[in-house]
């Protein structure tokens, strides 16, 4: 028995890669999510901030920078679950998207398992920050 997917989440997308990101959002689309999206961290800082997003799913390399600069640069008046997806999968580049604030680093290409966990991650993470329990 598979266990229930968690409420809608307001998801916001940052990939420079045309097809990727419409995957991306297609998918997340279909699992009942509203989704966001920019294609570089420039547009990423100026659209983040005006909607209230539970989670970031952002690429690490953006034409303009990276997600790591992306969750330093951003001001955000709310918590979001940061979810960090790179070609790049050494050790190294994981300890380096947790220490930017990203609470998981999927390596490309993951798995839609490893994606639905880390979304299952984050609606927990948006009860217990709601309830005041982090």
């Keep these: 028995m598979t266990e229930p997917r968690p409420l809608p989440l307001r998801i ?32 990423a800082l100026e659209a983040l901030p005006r909607a209230n997003w539970d989670v970031l799913v952002s690429d690490i390399g953006l034409p303009d920078g990276s997600g790591w600069d992306l969750l330093q640069k951003v001001q955000l008046p709310y918590p979001i679950f940061g979810i960090a997806i790179s070609g790049f999968g050494g050790h190294a580049d994981a300890t380096r998207s947790r220490a930017a604030g990203f609470r998981a680093h999927l390596v490309k290409p993951f798995k839609m398992e490893e994606l639905n966990l880390c979304l299952d991650q984050a609606a927990q993470f948006l009860a217990e920050s709601r309830s005041g329990e982090i």
């Design 12 to 43: 916001f997308v940052v990939e420079n890669h045309a097809d990727t990101l419409h995957w991306l959002t297609m998918y997340l689309q279909d699992c009942g999510h509203t989704v966001g999206s920019a294609r570089n961290l420039a547009e």
